[in-house]
């Protein structure tokens, strides 16, 4: 009864489930770990300090910049050099723009140092000069920000002096030194040039991307579900296909329907005759 399934039609529906249904396992899989990870990676974010109660370490020390490094106080030395504002920038519901400054280190490298915030628009607000001489700063690391960051501006079209998006791709074409592919935001920021009457206030860190449970990973979720359901979707549909097959052999071997292959044979020989 089951012969046909050795037809060549058939091998090719046999074909496509064994891989299909695999693939769908697969990726459904690999989804699931992706949920896992964001999950495993915000149970580690709550369970560490808060960012102020960790010690400061030397910069070098916290770097490349992951989901364990992000946050911790880092400490610099050296020089402020060019500025930047960049704008668009909201903090408590105002808009407003940051005040960045690059600090060139004693290697030659500098490292973007966002002194502070202020409210209004660059030009129109007056921003406190930064300190002069050797400084060394301690701020709380952050990544580079990328076009999914909130608030980055990557349309261009700046004017000279604003940045749209805190990384080292965007400052290196715009200083003549190698730039830290990372940055920090200070928390003290009366030692960093405010001013009374245009004091700068304090940028937040901001917890590192795909750490927490956001948009993105119960997405993963719910490709994990899809996927499994286009495996059981697939096997469904191929025991499906056999059994109605089966019944229409099993139908044609009980003279219940004609056999329309041994019809076709019959006419051909009767035009022939």
């Not at 004693?106 to 209004?120: E, F, I, Q």
């Not at 349309?155 to 200083?175: E, F, M, Y």
């Not at 750490?211 to 490709?223: E, H, I, P």
Request: hydrophobic share 40%; net charge negative.
């Amino acid at each position: 009864m089951y012969r046909f399934l050795l037809t060549p039609r058939w091998w090719g529906i046999n074909l496509f489930a064994v891989l299909a249904i695999p693939l769908c396992v697969f990726m459904g899989t690999w989804q699931l770990g992706r949920f896992e990870d964001r999950v495993q990676s915000h149970e580690q974010a709550t369970k560490q300090p808060a960012p102020g109660a960790r010690a400061a370490k030397p910069l070098d020390d916290l770097l490349p910049v992951d989901t364990v490094t992000s946050g911790r106080p880092a400490t610099a030395t050296g020089r402020y050099a060019d500025q930047f504002l960049v704008p668009g920038r909201e903090l408590d519901d105002r808009s407003g723009f940051y005040v960045l400054n690059m600090l060139r280190t004693d290697g030659g490298k500098a490292l973007p140092v966002v002194r502070g915030w202020l409210p209004g628009k660059p030009g129109h607000t007056p921003v406190p000069a930064a300190p002069t001489g050797e400084v060394t700063v301690t701020g709380d690391l952050q990544a580079s920000e990328n076009t999914g960051t909130d608030g980055v501006d990557t349309a261009g079209g700046l004017p000279d002096g604003q940045l749209g998006i805190i990384s080292a791709a965007s400052l290196v074409n715009l200083v003549p030194y190698d730039v830290y592919d990372a940055w920090v935001t200070l928390q003290d920021t009366e030692s960093s040039g405010g001013a009374e009457g245009s004091a700068l206030r304090p940028v937040p860190a901001v917890a590192p991307q795909g750490s927490g449970l956001d948009l993105k990973a119960f997405q993963n979720l719910g490709y994990t579900g899809e996927w499994f359901v286009f495996a059981a979707f697939v096997l469904f549909m191929w025991f499906r296909l056999v059994r109605r097959e089966a019944e229409a052999a099993r139908d044609v071997k009980l003279g219940l329907v004609p056999d329309t292959d041994a019809d076709t044979d019959t006419h051909a020989g009767t035009r022939t005759a």
